[in-house]
Structures are given as C-alpha cells and as structure tokens.
DNA sequence: TGTAACTGTTACCGGTTCGATTACATAAAT
DNA sequence: ATTTATGTAATCGAACCGGTAACAGTTACA
C-alpha cells in the first residue's frame, strides 16, 4: 500500500450517511460497508466532525448523520477535512543560495504547482455529495 | 519528511541542465546546486533519461543534457518520468459487495479522481522547462 | 597502458506515514 | 446498572523516501 486512501473511504462514508438520511449510522455498520475496521472509521468521522460536515451522538442508539444537506457538501470540502495539506513538495534540504537556479526554484516552483494543485481542486469543488449518491443510484439501474 | 519530492529536484535539475546548453554536467556538480547526494541525482537522471529527456555520457568528462530543447519538455513529461502513476488512491479492501454503495462507489470515485488529476496535469502540460527557466531569470534581476 | 573521472545500480539504514488492531475512558438510553 | 456507542491513545507491521556506502562498467587522456 503506497499512498492514503482516506479520501476515498471518507467519501465512501460520507454517501453512505447521505443516503441514509435522518438516521444515525454506528460506526460498526459503516465499518461492515467500507470492509475495514471501525475505529478506521470513527477516525475519518471525527475528521468530518472537526470540519462540521458530521454530527454525531454517543451512547446507546448513538451515530453520526450529515450535519448539511449532501447538495452544500463538496468532495473538497471532504478532501480538506481528511487530508493534510502540506503545500507543495520541495526540498527537503534548501537548495545552494550561491547558485542562480538553486536560489530561485522554490519560488518559481511554488507558483506552478500550487496552480497545479488548485485546478486539481476546482474539479473537486465543483462536484456535491449528492452528484456522487446520484451515480451510485444510476450505477444501480 | 512526509511526501516525495522527487517532481521538485527533478525540475531543479533540468533546470540546471536548460541553462549550461550544450554542456554536460556531473551529477557531482549537480547534487552541489540540489544539496543533495550525488546518487540521489543520478538516480533521477536516470528516470529522465528512460524517459528520452535527458541524455547522460559516462566516463571521463562525462556527464548529462537535455534530450531536447526545452520549449519542448513540459513540467508534466517530467512529472510522469520521476513520479509512479498508480492511478487514483481508492479502497485497500474491497468494499462490501452487499451493500449498494460499497458495490458502486469505486467507479464512480474513480471517475472524479481522474478528473480532477488530469485538471491537474493540464496545468504541468502547458508549462515548459523554458517558462520555468525564464522565470528564474527573471527572479534574478 | 594505466590512471583518473564519471555513470549506473544495488543494498542498507533511519525516519515517516498508513491502516489495522487492542484497549480503555466517556456518554447516553433503557 | 447494563448495554451500546463514540473518542482517543498506543502499538504493530508494511511501505516509501532520502541519504549513504560500495562497486562494476565506461571513457578520456597522459
């Protein structure tokens, strides 16, 4: 396994609360559905929680529900909410100040991958939570 | 250190390359610019050169240049040279088939996540070695 | 011819991230 | 009280990355 999935599994759990409205999903139960373990989940819905995409409730008959509409929930809503963002990868030593090209790459560098990664996120803004559940029901017809 | 920064000195280093046209450099001299190891920088020539950008003589006086001009190679010809495409980042378990979305969410989560990828990409595609080689300049006066 | 310079590749170490798992404190319904 | 949940910390194994040493192969040149 190389990279993180948890957008992935974030968005798995967020269409699953999405069509399942008004009621209250156990993490045991979407667990069963992502085929992982729960508290894998619990960690994901306290992401969302911290980003105020989730409400949950604890104790007996407890759960989480969407906290707004799937039609207000963006994909990048739930990417920001699950995945750090560390800005765009440089050096890991700073490059030679002596040198003209080691002295300026950074900066030139940051400027095309941070427009890079905000088209990535354009397309990721652009789609709802409810674009997503209508697939998954046109994909079970 | 958490992400690759691999893309990051590999532009760097066709950089370097863009600017000494017609010169070979060492990749000792190169790792000097980087701050780097030396075999760090040979490994990612390496994956240039596979890739037809950059061509590397061995021996005395030996050393690397660029395949081709650099109006001609783009951010993203280096992106996919240095950088694994493992395609979109989904489930480490299969979801649970039983369940109308654990059954359809891959699909439809790959269809977005190539999406926005190739937003992305259409970013590094329409920005060449030369831009990046001018705009270093440009920071130096 | 032989030596110096340079590439290409492998192997290994240390650090970090990730998912999975166990454990346990806390909270709420009945 | 007991049961059912969440919330969170700790730990484990696997994977990836950058740095480093080691070494084989190649070329220029004295």
New binding site residues.
Partial sequence: ??????FA?AVHIASLLATSPGQA????WIAGSVN?????V??L??AL?KAGLVA?????????TLARSPERISLLDIHRAV??DDGPALH??PPNPACPVGRNIQSVLVRVMDRAEAAKEAVLATTTLAEVTGALAAAEK
Wanted: charged content about 20%.
């Fill in positions: 396994m190389s990279r993180s999935c948890k599994v999903l156990t993490s045991d992982t373990n729960p508290v894998v619990r960690r819905l306290s929680a949950s409730s604890r104790g007996s008959n407890g759960g989480s995945e750090a890991h030593q």
